[in-house]
């Protein structure tokens, strides 16, 4: 008897000194019969009294956050502990001033005074399953942007193996988790071609080998995959080792821009090509417009020599007979005439890079058909001063007014 009450006595000490919250539960009644201080000041219950006979329903909500019912779901934990001896699990529950506050909680059941008590212990849960809580909040975040993202997005773990595909992989190539259970699977379907894969294999080793030196973003690769139905896309792949361990692959489809920039590079290539013919057509048509102005130069040249030797010389025979005045009047027309026909002709060939004027342009065209000073006088009636005065003048502007140089000879020369 002495042994039981030392026993119980010693009990009592764990109990009521334990620096976590225990509870004594009547496993027939589910009511708290005892509880120690630190379960009080927990609960922030001001006196014993008020938590006694409490039962745990009445401090809990009434679902638990997994949607069980919290007097069914602790009635269960109970026959397990009264069945098996003991059982431990997570629970929510209101402090006495309304705070949601999470416990894991052991029942034990120990035989007092011929009864079923459950000895019961919390320790106090809450921070860490607020911080459960927040990274479960995250990853839903990132697992529905990586689910909704415009990449096809892939996971696989250590091994390779993969784990997770996004709906956009799906969609992109065809395959799911069953058609590609790990990296090998993907190799041999995606890539289909012997050599074509063996770079591919190599390209995506480089990268495992860099991460394991310095776990880092991988090289940037743009491949041709095969689809699930045979159809063959260019894509951008960018590998990415997580703090995990786990790799992470993301695959842009740039089919159409390959595309896009082909026809473009061809279109570039076909429109050098088209400059480089007119460039040789230009330089044909130059030639040929040369040619033409050289043979319409020698044209006007032909004119001007025939009319010069075989038209003008018999004028001035006729001017030297006797003809009565209305024919000389006829012969003066007619040599006048042909000399404003042909002058424009003597300004193209000789005298048009020459400044001369009008009255010059006359009087160069006389002298360089062997007429004297006193007979340009005469044809243009003025002075032989005058003649003489744009005789210099025409000298001048050709450059050879200070040289010994016959005036007639160098305008023949033009």
Known sequence: MNVMNESEERFKILF????????????????????????????????????????????SPERQPDGSVSSEKIRELIDTALREGAVRFEWNHHTFDGKDVWVDISFTVVPFRGRQIIYTLWRNITKRKTIEEKLATEMQRSLAVIENAPSGIVLLDEKRNYTYMNAKFQELFGYDLQDLPDENAWFAKAYPDPEYRSRVIAAWQRDIDGFAISPREGAQWTFTVTCKDGQEKTVHIIHVQLPTGEYMKAYEDITEQKKAEELLKNREAELEIKSANLQDMNAALKVLLNQRENDKAELEAKIVRNVSKLVLPYIDELKQCRLDPPCTAHVDVIETNLKHIISPFLEKLGLRRVDLTPREMKIADLIKSGKTTKEISQLLQMSSAAVNFHRNNIRRKLGINNQKVNLAAYLSSL
Not at 24 to 33: K, P, S, V, W
Not at 45 to 50: G, R, T, Y
């Open 16 to 59: 009521e000194r334990s620096i976590d919250p225990a509870f004594l539960l009547d496993g027939d009644t589910c009511t708290y019969i005892d509880c120690n201080e630190a379960a009080l000041k927990f609960l922030r219950c001001p006196a014993k009294e008020q938590a006694s006979g409490l039962h745990p329903v009445s401090i």
